[in-house]
């Protein structure tokens, strides 16, 4: 689960972002919306447990945030956490067995290879084990970069943008893909986006309606709305 109470962080002696409470239950589905500097990135970087808030407390799959730093957090975040980001980043000398496996080095355990090829297999493409990044279609490098999220099994799976550089149908299958494999994992998934196509996305493959989180100035089709940021859980 997530549960954030009275959370702002502060860049330099810059104004503090304010964010609101929030407590999402485990295996759910938070879609986080807002403009650019509204906050995404940072509130992402805090549930990773990349940054430290000046002010306020966060618990993610029963830990305390707070309570981590250094190599503790590092190894929290090696096996709870699965990062799906913007730009899909791989050794380019390197096939992609040998990339998912770095996965295993990062949380200090031996490399498995045999669950790397499993979790390939799961996403459809097995037969990409032996090839180099450079190999890999747009379609093909999203997958690798999903079984890479989701390899050790995490507790939160974190997507930024992951639908940004798709065309509509690439999109859809996406926000699908994403959601069948939390699932599977009893994951937390947290979606941060600008583009509508993810909640139509959503809509169209979850039996009920995500929790959301909008930072930032309210939506236009929420005017009425006075807070600066909103969440419904």
């Known amino acids: 689960m997530i549960e954030t109470r009275q959370l702002q962080f502060a860049y330099g002696v810059g104004q503090p972002l304010v964010f609101p409470d929030v ?3 485990q295996g759910a589905v938070l879609l986080l919306s807002g403009p650019s500097g509204s906050g995404k990135s940072t509130w992402l970087a805090l549930l990773a447990a990349l940054v430290k808030p000046q002010q306020g407390s966060m618990t993610v799959a029963g830990q305390d945030l707070t309570a981590l730093a ?12 699965g990062f799906l980001p ?7 000398a390197l096939t992609v067995q040998h990339n998912l496996e770095l996965a295993f080095w990062a949380a200090g355990l031996p490399a498995d290879a045999q669950r ?31 079984a890479r999220a989701v390899l050790m099994q995490p507790r939160l799976i974190l997507a ?13 299958d996406a926000v699908q893909l994403l959601v069948q494999a939390a699932q599977q994992h009893q994951a937390t998934l947290v979606i941060a986006t600008h583009d509508a196509r993810v909640g139509q996305a959503l ?30 859980v």
């Open 160 to 172: 930024d943008e992951p639908t940004a550089s798709l065309d509509d149908a690439a999109a859809q």
């Open 86 to 92: 913007q730009k899909l980043h791989l050794s380019a």
């Open 116 to 146: 790397v090829r499993q979790v390939l297999g799961q996403l459809g493409v097995a037969e990409l084990a032996r090839r180099l990044p450079s190999q890999l279609s747009g379609g093909q490098a999203q997958r690798v970069a999903l």
């Open 203 to 232: 809509a169209s493959c979850m039996p009920v309606s995500p929790n959301l989180l909008h930072l930032g100035p309210a939506p236009r089709e929420a005017a009425s709305t006075t807070a600066a940021a909103r969440v419904q």
């Open 70 to 81: 250094g190599r503790s957090a590092d190894a929290w975040r090696a096996c709870n956490i």
């Open 23 to 25: 407590t999402v239950q």
